[in-house]
């Protein structure tokens, strides 16, 4: 086995301390923000106080008077480009609906005007000062209402691009079905079932920030706290009619994304006060501007009509996606695909079928967010799948076992389904699913908890609940990496590469892969990543792809700085390049005789052919193998008060080879505490306008570190052949389990089944009293 496919190794695999932690504990770490500019203007931007509104007239000559002030721009003042904000790769699937600013308001808190100026007091009595004369239009905040006849048409310009049907306010739309049989003609028992998922803001430590200014040589600097710096070149250029050659796009350390910071929002709208003002500029949103006014969860209404036999063989699989886009289409064909596509496949059913819209309407705009669909897919799902095996008088973990894909198995709706183009025929490589159950099972010790759990009396009862799983790796024959690597005089390299770590540790992972090809430690990876100018080409980080896309292209460039290592060290010790290996920093012959890296690296520089020895490599995948996971979850749930506690949770998974297990836990930890606020507290609310009321961490609530309750992830080691040294992706699948897991939960028990989550006591207490009034005695009058 060559080094290409080892299986024993010596970094990969291992849990070596994150690069970047000793910087990040003592506060060295560069941020968006932590750097001094001279002459740096504050920008500010006015949102819209309306949900659907025309704007007749602005004045901003008062505006441009303030003293400080240097520029005031409106859709007056910019180039009227019809773009997506989703940073996506090219040509976006996303319909071009949106303007940097625009003439039209279509939600509380879009864009009308920004302000640069030399302080923040100045920029805001400037924003004050902008008279905006508005013509309010009826709005629609209805999701399924938003598609009928008659309702109030949210994009109704010629000029905007890739709207299936703008009358209906569909900014995306797919159907696709594969029939064996008649429908539900085999089936036993049927299913039919809607469910309802909510908004939720991704709620990143570090909000949206944004530096934009002129190097020396007249070229514009992006400084921003992006996923995506290249897909962010592009798009601002396009926006700013500019070429994409004098812009550079630089992504310092990121104080995490979730999805949020995949859109290009603050970028064109920062670079446009720089052109007009020649001046450097900073835009940051508020907490309050960043719940509002930049990306959410699409919410979704969902549909399933299921059939199965008596023997628990699922027969039949009809899935109705309606998303909620909010005012603009980002990422409304891929949200909603994914919500099919990672899902559908996950249970084998001879006819398959899936409707999908996504909808225009006047609320915040939804984006990508960690899971991306599958979150709400997978909680109707893993809901139905407890409906139809109680209804069959199944065990629900055995009903699982019998129904889900194997290792060697496909389904119709890998290649139907794909992301804004048909998808790619493939077939399961590893699955570590009946693993993830049998030690996931015993782990959270599910008998002895069922046992002790029955005849139970009192106010407060317990039930347990259980979810199964499946995500992508990256997507196929769309994403694509590049990286290159150098070799120093001291036998250290310099990884390059285009990945963006938004604080997972992907610059660690990544590292590790070339250090087990290099044969050497981690520290003697010194790694760059994500500026344009110095980094090779990636799409970002997205799509759970940096470690299964991007962490091939690092693997293969580390081949081939390899391969011209073994040659000038094979003249060295004189040795045939096929009889050596790298380990601990030096070449070693099979005679036993070694040189040191620093020496090959000198003799390539110096003595020998004189060369540069580096790697340079990019990757696409034709697949995306999925993991799988597991989670058990044990609740509690006060029936005089309706609070529903989580006492218990344990979450397995399948990652393939965990390149850093210990990154790797934290990952699906950190996606499980997610997926359980999620669950049982977050929801932006709004009021009858429109406008959200709880825009606040005071009124929001999202679960912290001592919110958590105890939990546990399982690691499930597999081998994934197409994934570098066996690994498949972790970081997103985790945010799946815990809406469906603790929904079953609470109806083990107290016999109340929520259809729309969050389930605060208020939904746990009125199911509870519904349920008591429908058992009570019909009165005689």
Known sequence: MGVADKRVFTVVNHRVDKIDALALACGTAQFTDDVDIRGLLTGRILFSPHAHARIRSIDTRAAKKVPGVLAVLTHEDLPRVRHTTAGQGYPEPSPYDTLVLSEKARYVGDRIAAVAAETAEAAEEALAKIKVDYEVLPAVFDTLAAMQDGAPVIHDEDDSKNIPDAKHNICAKFD????????????????????????AQHCALEPHVTITYFDGDGRLVIRTSTQVPFHCRRITARVLQLPLKSIRVIKPRIGGGFGSKQEVLLEPVCAALTLATRRPVKIELSRKETFVSSRTRHPCVIRLKTGAKKDGTITDAHMEVYCDNGAYGAHSLTVMMCSGSHTLPMYQAKNSRFIGRSVYTNLPVGGAYRGFGATQGFFAWESQMDLMAEKLGLDRIEFRRKNYIRSGEGSPVFKAMGEGREGIEQKIGSCGMDECIIQGLEAFGWDERKKRNQGQTGAKRRGLGCACLMQGSGIPEVDMAAASIKMNEDGSFNLHMGATDLGTGSDTVLAQIAAEVLGVTVQDIIVLSSDTDLTPFDVGAYASSTTFISGNAVKKAALHAREQILKVAANILDEKPEDLDLKDGKAVGKSGRSCALSEVANTAFYYHDQHQIMGVASHFATSSPPPFAAHFAEVEVDTETGQVEVLAYVSTVDCGTAINPTLAEGQNDGAVLNGISYALTEEMRFNAAGAMVNSSFRNYKI????????????????YEPDGPFGAKSVSEIGINGPQPAIANAIYDAVGVRLFAPPFTPEKVLAALMTKKEEKAPVSAE
């Open 176 to 199: 696709f079905e594969v029939k064996e049989v008649e429908w539900f003609s085999e089936a036993d028992v049927v299913v039919d079932q809607w469910y309802k998922t909510q908004w």
């Open 703 to 718: 679960y912290s570190a001592g919110d958590a309750p105890p939990f546990k992830t399982i690691l499930i080691p597999t």
